[in-house]
């Protein structure tokens, strides 16, 4: 069974970086896109930034120009930058990726734990 592992949560004072990553594990045949989501509390679950196979990135208005998507096509990981880190960001941060188990599978959308990022001074 394939699973996502969130990591680089943590506590970090406003204007500070942190750098999450989510790793993948068990058999994948192919693997699409991945993204980042992040759910504050009291609030729906809101994109954050996605990125394709190919590298083509999107970004929520909000993060952009702060945040960076990245990820190792040959690891299966995916990474967020954060910088410039504002009271607002903070939330349980979820990695996603849209993959196939096995050549005979349909596409999945499979979903991390989760990783609590907060920013405070």
């Known amino acids: 069974q394939v699973q996502l592992v969130e990591s680089g949560g943590g506590l970090v004072q406003p204007g500070g970086s942190l750098r999450l990553s989510c790793a993948t594990s068990g058999r994948i045949f192919s693997l699409n896109a991945m993204g980042w989501y992040r759910q504050a509390p009291g609030k729906q679950r809101e994109l954050v930034a996605t990125?394709?196979?190919?590298?083509?990135?999107n970004y929520a208005d909000s993060v952009k120009g702060r945040f960076t998507i990245s990820r190792d096509v040959a690891k299966n990981t995916a990474y967020l930058q954060m910088d410039s880190l504002k009271p607002e960001d903070t939330a349980v941060y979820y990695c996603?990726?849209?993959?196939?188990?096995?050549?005979?599978?349909?596409?999945?959308?499979?979903w991390g734990q989760g990783t609590q990022v907060t920013v405070s001074s």
């Open positions: 996603n990726a849209d993959l196939r188990r096995e050549w005979y599978n349909n596409w999945a959308t499979v």
């Open positions: 990125i394709t196979s190919g590298g083509t990135t």
